[in-house]
């Protein structure tokens, strides 16, 4: 206990010196950047520079020119125009994400444009964005990078000890460290660090990483201490006079134990049965079986992109399923996992499936928590909450009710592509681990509610009609949203797995035309709908409108970018124009990506974006949330945002703030299996599209300065999916004319949906 009082001392010391060492480093780095920024201003001043500049377009490179001349160790020098159309219709891959960002952050904000790291070939250099000024018009946007060295010398001259300080980058979470100062033990987790004026720097600190067992108020554990000392010299006292009466007791015969029951006797099941046990309970009995195994042929098509999935009974069966939970298992072990949450949608076949996946698990000595019934995002929730960071989703998703699947995540990383090749790989060579696993059951959906309930709570009360279709979402969507202050009235919220009433999926308009009329009939502010599984979100409003998912994700980032200036928002290929541009004008960094939720997650984890969508319906909220998919999570955000509206303007008004064109729906050319990739293939290799900015990182997508099209294989179905997008009208029958003659001229019987 003393050794405590003394670590806890050392901690109160240590804290204390890193709070005044921050403080000093911060006014050290903002003076060092401040001398820089006045700098770039006076030579934005010099007559050289205010003559070029005078010429317009024509004088930005001698501008560029004069202004090197003036700051002899600037390592970079670049003009931009006042409107920057060059970087809102601009290659932002060729321009810098960074370095766009910045700009369209000097422009919202010209007074105080924020300086920041960038890691270029040289090194890391400070970037600076202002504005250049004729007079008082602003006439140009100039980015300036000088050597980063200065302000690292000024970090680095920080005395501190007994902790440590951590200079970053970004918005307090998920931030880029860039160095640190003082003892390197402890952890920085959960400070945000302090901002420093005029960058995107901030300060983090860590304290000592002291082992306090007991208390960390320094004057209690000196009390404790000194009772310790007492207690110590009494059982000396006490060894001295009660040595014989210690002996007799540990001589004396133990009382008869009664053997402790089994797992399986205790629920009165036979050995095999292992999907029942009671909550928390000690790890089951391994499952035992005298029965031969019977063979199980696996088809390698129900591996896909982003999961497996299969037909019951036919591609899909409990013997294949048992196979399919040894080799996640054992993928699972040889990554140094132990544990993994299991829940299931509300399909007929997803409690054979469940019995089956858990009994290959633990066949690897994989220890499994099941869920039971639950949306696909509240599996995800529960591997962060029962700190498991590994979970399956049995769940067939949109597909139809003869549909089911498996959607995995191990140690936090979502499987996709290869790691979903990789399990079939592994069950046709059978390279399996053997082991005993554990097994218990436990319900999170309580907690997964209250989370939400306990972050969201609406400024006004909203009159929602809620389509579940009946799948698992209704179990918990219509109670988180009441629980955060909604009028909630559900459509289709009975759990049935025959989806007796429609296709539960929002992404097809057909499925929304009941909760547009619900919508109308009871004078509700907006109808929310959400998939089978409840990883996705559509939306209507009072009228009937549909609001697409990239324009909802618009609303999204506009919140966001309020509190993260400059995050990372990512949108998949089938997303509208209108999004790169609207995200600049935010502050903020826009990246398009493939589609596919388990690529749009790690693409989330490599560059630590706050927020990503898809034009499917899938949103990712990395602020406030955990950063996977979760239509019913995403639902309470909007929920927040629409009642939070300082003008007190209905839902649809809102939405008619958005940039808005004219678009088609997600339209589909049905293909035989694995054709619809190499006809991709070979239109990405012929197909000319004059004037346009191609893509190709998911499909092809040309896009135009007045709309833009895109043809890409689903990794779901054998179908090519199309969108088309355009200002207006007359763009977007050109557009689709473009693709029409491009894809008829490799395959004339082609059955065009538009």
Not at 45 to 66: F, H, I, K, T, Y
Not at 183 to 208: N, Q, Y
Not at 288 to 317: H, N, Q, W
Not at 618 to 643: C, K, N
């Amino acid at each position: 206990m003393s050794w405590q009082t003394w670590l806890l001392w050392l901690s109160h010391r240590g804290t204390e010196n890193a709070d005044g060492a921050r403080a000093e480093a911060i006014a050290a780095i903002a003076g060092e950047v401040r001398e820089r920024q006045q700098n770039v201003q006076q030579a934005l001043a010099d007559p050289s520079v205010q003559q070029a500049l005078q010429l317009g377009s024509e004088g930005r490179v001698p501008a560029a020119a004069a202004l090197r001349q003036l700051l002899p160790k600037a390592t970079d020098v670049e003009f931009f125009s006042a409107d920057l159309d060059e970087v809102l219709s601009g290659d932002l891959k060729a321009i810098g994400y960074a370095k766009a960002a910045a700009l369209m952050q000097a422009k919202i904000n010209p007074k105080q444009p924020l300086a920041e790291m960038r890691t270029e070939a040289e090194g890391q250099q400070l970037m600076i964005a202002m504005p250049a000024r004729v007079g008082e018009r602003v006439v140009a946007f100039a980015v300036v990078e000088l050597p980063f060295k200065p302000l690292l010398a000024a970090f680095a001259r920080t005395s501190i000890s007994g902790a440590r300080l951590e200079l970053r980058q970004g918005d307090g979470r998920g931030d880029l460290m860039i160095a640190s100062v003082g003892e390197h033990s402890g952890s920085s987790i959960g400070d945000v660090g302090e901002p420093i004026p005029g960058t995107r720097l901030r300060i983090g600190k860590a304290d000592p990483g002291y082992f306090i067992m007991f208390t960390e108020n320094l004057a209690v554990s000196l009390l404790l201490s000194l009772a310790c000392l007492a207690g110590g010299f009494f059982a000396l006292w006490a060894r001295s006079v009660g040595r014989e009466r210690a002996v007799a007791v540990l001589q004396r015969k133990p009382k008869e134990v009664q053997p402790e029951m089994t797992l399986a006797q205790a629920l009165k099941v036979q050995p095999e049965a292992v999907a029942t046990p009671a909550a928390r309970t000690a790890p089951a009995a391994p499952v035992r079986s005298e029965k031969k195994e019977e063979v199980v042929t696996v088809d390698p098509s129900i591996f896909r992109a982003y999961d497996i999935r299969g037909v019951v009974g036919d591609t899909l069966t409990t013997g294949v399923t048992r196979m399919i939970g040894r080799a996640i298992g054992s993928e699972a072990r040889d990554r140094g996992l132990t544990e993994i949450v299991v829940g299931r949608d509300g399909r007929l076949s997803g409690p054979d499936l469940v019995y089956a996946l858990i009994t290959g698990l633990r066949s690897t000595g994989i220890d499994v928590i099941d869920i039971g019934t639950a949306p696909t995002p509240v599996t995800y929730f529960a591997c962060y909450h029962l700190r498991t960071g590994s979970g399956i989703s049995v769940t067939g998703s949109h597909n139809p009710p003869d549909y089911n699947g498996f959607k995995i995540v191990l140690g936090g990383e979502t499987l996709s592509e290869d790691a979903i090749q990789n399990l079939y790989r592994r069950i046709e060579a059978e390279r399996f681990v053997d082991g005993a696993g554990g097994l218990q059951t436990l319900d999170v959906s309580d907690d997964y509610i209250r989370r939400i309930t306990d972050d969201i709570q609406i400024e006004r009360k909203l009159k929602v009609v809620v389509d579940c279709g009946n799948g698992i979402p209704g179990a918990i969507a219509p109670a988180v949203l009441e629980g955060i202050g909604c009028e909630v009235i559900p459509l289709y919220c009975d759990v049935d797995g025959t989806f007796p009433n429609h296709h539960p999926d929002p992404s097809d308009l057909h499925n929304l035309q009941d909760l547009i009329v619900s919508v109308k009939n009871v004078g509700a502010d907006i109808g929310l709908a959400f998939d089978g599984d409840g990883d996705r979100l559509g939306v209507v409003t009072a009228s009937g409108e549909v609001i697409f998912p990239d324009r909802l994700l618009m609303l999204y980032a506009s919140d966001i970018l309020l509190r993260n200036p400059g995050a990372t928002i990512i949108y998949d290929v089938k997303c509208t124009g209108h999004l790169q541009p609207l995200i600049l004008q935010q502050g903020g960094s826009p990246l398009m990506w493939r589609t596919g939720h388990s690529l749009i997650k790690a693409k989330m984890r490599e560059t630590h974006a706050a927020l990503a969508g898809e034009m499917s319906g899938h949103f990712f909220f990395a602020e406030r949330w955990y950063g996977f998919d979760d239509g019913i999570y995403a639902a309470a955000r909007l929920m927040e945002i629409l009642a939070a509206d300082v003008d007190g303007r209905t839902p649809e008004q809102v939405f008619a703030t958005l940039p808005k064109g004219v678009s088609t729906p997600e339209l589909k050319i049905p293909m035989r299996e694995g054709e619809h990739y190499r006809f991709i293939e070979a239109f990405r290799a012929r197909a000319k599209f004059d004037g346009a900015r191609l893509t190709t990182i998911d499909g092809l997508r040309a896009d135009w300065s007045d709309g833009w099209g895109l043809v890409r294989a689903s990794n779901t179905t054998p179908v090519l999916v199309l969108r088309f997008d355009a200002d207006n009208a007359p763009a977007l029958r050109r557009i689709q004319e473009v693709f029409r003659s491009q894809l008829l001229a490799l395959d004339s019987s082609l059955p065009l949906p538009f």
